[in-house]
């Protein structure tokens, strides 16, 4: 069995009883993301290693759990013999290592033992250990769980993931250094402080959200806003469910002003639902992602994007003129777009998709025309312009 050690024992600041572990980026503690290398590296128990109680152990047993891991709590390093076997291999995260699951699974994941290392020049002053003249330690080892008997020998109150360190290289643990590459983009590093865990959340964001290139219009208005009040929002936590909360909100007002024939405020409350699913998705990224979580089948995006179809669908519809039992011409014009607006992703480059299809926009050019009493034409004339970007795009600029 493969097992993951972490450690909630070195205080944040000096002179301050909460452990650096629990410091928040993005979120979620660091502790937190930390189970999601040990989900990378496909271990199937946690060992938490923690010298007093802390409320925010079962908030992290919780994630651990629900992430489909076993959880235990040691509070002495000469506990950990009695919850791990010869057999086992043991994963150990230094405390406040805040590092890419990819990645590390990428460095350890080919390798039966391994100590990964870098050199001392910028480590140690960004908190990595020295372990020797050149290398300072990289925050994270696979060693087998044999060695673990060796902690008998030294105090019980030993920094454990030090401790194994040396002695897994005394024991001939072959050494990886971390990539120039990891060290240089912030994806592998030490938060001490609530300076360094800003910094950390910064960079992590930004790297969640992508650069935006196949983006249209309202995914990058919702960037901008995850960007500018990401960390906020998720600080406060529930991030996702209030963006959720907040577009059913958005589409409710905007059934209301069609049902009461204000168009132009129905296709703007479209319009801002838009972005909120964006938001929410991205959101619902970002705390997916800070404990490992996969997601599921049919996300909650999906299905209020279907729920804002449905109400831009029947706005559309309260602008046509139902003109005696001629059914389908009320229907025609409105289905086509929307049909439409659902097929161009599979016809064209997402490059060009992401902008042709964004409801956003299209939502926003109905409102213009709602003012101007022209939603039936402008409805048509977007439809025929849609359909005339399908045929006009050639097919070997498509793939």
């Avoid at 150990?92 to 805040?98: A, D, M, P, Y």
């Avoid at 003109?323 to 992703?345: E, K, M, N, Q, R």
Wanted: aromatic letters at 6%.
């Amino acid at each position: 069995m493969r097992i993951a050690l972490l450690a909630i024992t070195e205080p944040a600041v000096a002179g301050q009883t909460t452990p650096r572990a629990f410091l928040r980026v993005a979120g979620a503690t660091v502790a937190q993301h930390q189970l999601s290398i040990a989900l990378a590296l496909d271990c199937q128990r946690v060992i938490c290693l923690a010298r007093r109680p802390y409320a925010e152990l079962s908030a992290l047993q919780i994630v651990a759990e629900n992430a489909g891991l076993q959880f235990h709590v040691a509070g002495a390093s000469h506990q950990l013999s009695s919850l791990v076997t010869a057999r086992d291999e043991l994963v150990v995260i230094s405390e406040g290592l805040f590092a890419d699951g990819a990645a590390a699974a990428g460095l350890l994941e080919k390798r039966a033992q391994a100590v990964l290392v870098q050199p001392v020049e910028s480590a140690v002053g960004e908190g990595f250990e020295r372990i020797d003249i050149n290398r300072a330690a990289g925050g994270l080892i696979r060693i087998s769980a044999q060695l673990v008997e060796k902690l008998h020998d030294l105090p019980s109150d030993v920094e454990v993931a030090s401790a194994l360190t040396r002695i897994a290289l005394q024991a001939g643990v072959e050494t990886c250094e971390i990539g120039a590459s990891l060290r240089s983009s912030g994806a592998w590093r030490m938060v001490r402080d609530e300076g360094e865990a800003h910094d950390a959340e910064v960079h992590w964001l930004r790297s969640r959200l992508g650069d935006g290139r196949n983006a249209g219009s309202s995914t990058r208005v919702a960037g901008f806003g995850v960007k500018a009040l990401g960390a906020t929002l998720l600080h406060a936590g529930n991030a996702s469910n209030a963006m959720s909360l907040a577009v059913l909100a958005l589409l409710f007002i905007g059934s209301v002003m069609t049902w009461f024939s204000m168009l132009w405020a129905g296709f703007a409350a479209v319009a801002l639902a838009c972005v909120g699913i964006e938001a929410g998705r991205l959101l619902r990224n970002i705390e997916r992602q800070s404990v490992g979580q996969l997601p599921p089948a049919i996300t909650r995006a999906e299905v209020l994007a279907w729920a804002r179809d449905a109400v831009f669908t029947g706005t559309m519809l309260a602008a046509q003129p139902i003109t005696g039992s001629a059914w389908i011409d009320w229907l025609y014009a409105p289905l086509s777009l929307i049909l439409l607006l659902l097929l161009v992703p599979r016809l064209l480059p997402a490059r060009i998709a992401c902008w042709v299809s964004d409801r956003a926009a299209v939502s926003l050019l109905l409102a213009l025309a709602a003012v101007l009493g022209q939603v039936q034409s402008a409805v048509e004339l977007i439809a025929l312009a849609l359909a005339i970007t399908c045929l006009c795009i050639p097919r070997s600029f498509r793939e």
